[in-house]
């Protein structure tokens, strides 16, 4: 079954959710389950009050829970604690699940080119030309990987995207880059703040998306999630999700992935084998999405370091909510001769094995596996907690892994590495801290040895790219240093009023260290750091 089918299944799948999760809970004790989600509910609407756009909802959390609270002082024979945990599982699937409107589908599918092009043609000046429209947004976004292999395999299982996340712009680029490849539109999670913009709300609402508050952390929420998730993929729809969670707050690659929903791919192919279904196959593909500017960078960057070490907490108010500045960051971008890069990495099965073209799981010995064995235990297909968790592990580490060598380097992180690193060895003494406080004057190099230094981490980059361990842009692989340079320090200009890097011939220097910082990021965990 396919997405634009979903609307007539919506209402058996949210029953069946709640279901699954009234299940799960049978034999916790509701008391103690109830009274942990109260507790941690009220402090995360204490710790986050309501906005203007979250007002609503916001009032509606505050009534469900102020009747749990009521109900839990209650006795039991007063108040049916299984009723109040349907309750809340019924008030948070009516929240996290979607819709999909074909209509609104068609609109925006329309609409995103035409706008893309109307930008083209006032920031470049360029003639507008309705049947070039593909053409112009082909020459922006550069998709490479696995794309016939995603397309073959979407006939005979079901696809699981997981991306790498640096922007709340991403489920916009993902959805329509999915239409791009010509595949039917996906399922996919998405923050719930991202459904307070009203504009963003209304489409995504409508577009197969499903909420995720990675506020909530009480494990009813968790579970009932989890189960959306996994009903999906086993209704055969094609799904996105984030497993890093939120975006990278550092600028770096994630590393460390978030079990829970990932799990769900597992969960949801085990119950397809068990039910015999035609198609039982969950097929995951990793895939790395790569900018030469991030809306939000400051932001991210800034919470990353105020936060380090620390609980994390979802930024509610940064660039990505400010229209003008959406705007501008489009504008820019169109107006300047930077592209957005995606590549669709190889694919694995719910164990973290390879994919071949056909479909088939290729063992950690090379040869083709029977997928069913490994989830048979005794003869029996069946569920087993600890073997499932380990399953999942192992799928968490490869897919970390995968993201760092579908990673394609682009002059933008070089220049910055580049530029972090040659400082980095001027102030070896100093902490993190105290070096990202840098005064004016310190921040600055000569430029033939910054050139020097470019052209040794150039090279480690190309032999890297030589033995698999990440990707090139063409034009990185191609440029002298000077022109790759120059290109890099233009191309981290672009957006940021501050300059991230740049140069008058003589000396470079940076106006912004924790930008500069963020960029840099994303090429560690390659070893070649600190060198």
Known sequence: MNIFEFENIRQRLLKQVVSQTLQDFEHSSLDILLSEALYLEKFRMKRAPASFFTKSRYKKDLGLWKNIQKGLLESQAQTD?????????????????????????????????????????????????????????????????????????????????????????????????????????????????LFSNPILGFFMSRLGTYTVDRQKTNLIYKQILKNYSAQILRES??????????????????????????????????????????????????????????????????????????????????????SFKILSFFWKFFSSQSAITVRIGKPLDVFGNFVNDEGESIGPNGVTIDPKKWFTTFGKLKTETQRDQEYTRELGEKLAERFHYENTVLSSHLVAFVMFEVLRKKYRDLDLYRFLRLTPPQRTVVYETFLQEAEVIHQKIKKAYSHGKLYMSEFLINADTRTWVTEGMVNLGVLHEAKVVASDGSIVWSEDMNLLFYYRNRLIGYGFEGD
């Open 237 to 322: 729809i094609h799904s996105v999700f984030f497993p890093g969670g939120g975006r990278s707050r550092s600028g770096s690659i994630e590393n460390k992935l978030k079990l829970g929903l990932l799990g769900t791919g597992l969960q949801a192919e085990l119950q397809n084998w068990i039910e015999g279904k035609t198609n039982p196959r969950i097929f995951i593909f990793p895939m790395v999405t790569s900018y030469h500017f991030v809306l939000e960078a400051s932001s991210l960057i800034e919470d990353y370091l105020a936060e380090s070490g620390k609980h994390r907490f979802i930024i509610m108010d940064d660039e990505s909510w400010q």
């Open 81 to 193: 604690r299984k009723q109040l945990l349907q309750t809340v599982l019924n008030h948070y699937v009516g929240e996290i699940g979607g819709h999909f409107d074909p209509l609104i589908y068609k609109v925006a599918t329309h609409a995103v080119p035409w706008g893309f092009n109307w930008l083209l043609h006032a920031a470049s000046v360029r003639r507008f030309l309705p049947w070039g429209i593909q053409e112009e947004l082909k020459k922006k976004i550069h998709i490479h990987g696995e794309v016939q292999c995603l397309q073959k395999l979407s006939q005979k299982g079901t696809i699981l995207l997981v991306p790498t996340h640096q922007s709340n712009l991403d489920s916009l680029l993902i959805g329509y880059i999915i239409y791009l490849m010509g595949l039917p539109p996906f399922a996919y999670g998405a923050g719930l703040n």
